[in-house]
């Protein structure tokens, strides 16, 4: 007979058997430091890379103080939809109450009063990485070089401020593999649950 939880996202109080096994807390320093490092690393790659695309001579065509604060605008609304985007995943999954936030080093969308089995933290963790991977289009069609520039910051954040989702999605990926992991997402602060 199949297990009854095996189609369930998440268990609303942690079952028996279960340890604690691995702790992520962007409020503690060093996690901190290191995530956001990581995020840095990204960004400064991929603006590295966008000289490729875009010709450096370009930019003394065109430019409009007004494009500044559209990008300043859109990195603001990119914060707040990538983590509605990790809300809108937690709720059509498990439908439970979501809490939203910011601290000095992260925003951040979690479900705390439930634990969320593998697949529905990855799918929940990967949901911004993946809709938003559509920023980079643009910068193949548009023709001022301003433009371009200014696409590529928004997806250099995005990519960069996947990088907690990304190394949650990497410990998934190698270190806790079975499905009856849990995870308690306060936002903040994410501890993987294993069976003894």
Not at 67 to 89: K, P
Request: proline share 4%; glycine share 6%.
């Amino acid at each position: 007979m199949a297990d009854k939880r095996e189609h369930k996202y998440y268990e609303k109080t942690l079952p028996e058997g279960y340890e604690e096994a691995f702790v992520i807390d962007a409020k503690d320093k060093k996690t901190a430091v290191f995530l956001n490092i990581a995020a840095v690393l990204i960004m400064a790659a991929i603006l590295t890379a966008s000289v490729l695309i875009i010709k450096p001579s370009d930019f003394f065509k065109s430019y409009s103080l007004l494009r500044n604060f559209l990008l300043i605008a859109a990195m603001v609304a990119y914060m707040v939809l990538h983590e509605l985007v990790h809300g809108a995943a937690y709720k059509l999954l498990t439908g439970q109450k979501l809490t939203f936030g910011l601290t000095l080093s992260v925003a951040y969308c979690g479900v705390p009063e439930i634990y969320v089995y593998r697949r529905g933290a990855i799918i929940a963790l990967l949901a911004p990485f993946t809709v938003f991977l559509t920023l980079i289009i643009p910068v193949f069609f548009l023709e001022n070089a301003w433009d371009k520039l200014y696409v590529m910051v928004l997806f250099a954040m995005h990519i960069g401020g996947c990088a907690g989702d990304l190394y949650d999605t990497f410990l998934y990926l190698f270190r806790f593999r079975e499905p009856t992991v849990l995870m308690r997402d306060t936002g903040p602060k994410q501890t993987f649950y294993r069976k003894k």
